[in-house]
């Protein structure tokens, strides 16, 4: 049961790490760019997601798995899920709630950050059973 908390705790970490990722890339294409911020975010949660994906893959749940391809292809299903459901929820809070874009993605990215990626991740993507 050790084990357990430890692996969350990475997980939260390379989801921190990812989100800063994330959060930059979106910034500074809406900000200093011009970028539309639906289309920052989109960029940003593709870079956080590659991110996300290798310090998931050898870091937090030190999967070894001989069939990369089929591991790809898990957490990019899981990814799209993400993505779509992020950044819906933020044009939402943005657009009908009129709050800032980056406090709209800093609640959903935390909110499904700790409430579904780490469990799904470990479930679906890397199948572990720790």
């Known amino acids: 049961m050790r084990f357990l908390p430890e692996t969350f705790i990475k997980a ?3 989801s ?3 989100s800063c990722v994330d959060f930059s890339i ?16 989109c960029l940003g949660i593709i870079s956080g997601g590659g991110c996300n994906f290798l310090l998931g893959k050898y870091w937090v749940f030190n999967c ?20 779509t459901l992020n950044i819906s929820m933020m044009y939402i809070l943005t ?15 935390v909110s499904f950050g700790i409430l579904v990626n780490f469990h799904l991740q470990k479930a679906f993507v890397f199948k572990t059973n720790i």
């Open 12 to 14: 939260q970490i390379n």
């Open 16 to 18: 921190f790490v990812s």
């Open 26 to 41: 979106t910034f500074i294409l809406t900000e200093y760019l011009g970028f539309w911020y639906v289309a920052s975010s």
């Open 64 to 83: 070894k798995t001989a069939n990369n391809s089929q591991l790809i292809v898990r957490y990019i299903l899981l990814w799209i899920t993400n993505l």
């Open 95 to 109: 657009e009908y709630f009129q709050v800032n874009y980056m406090i709209s993605k800093v609640v959903v990215a």
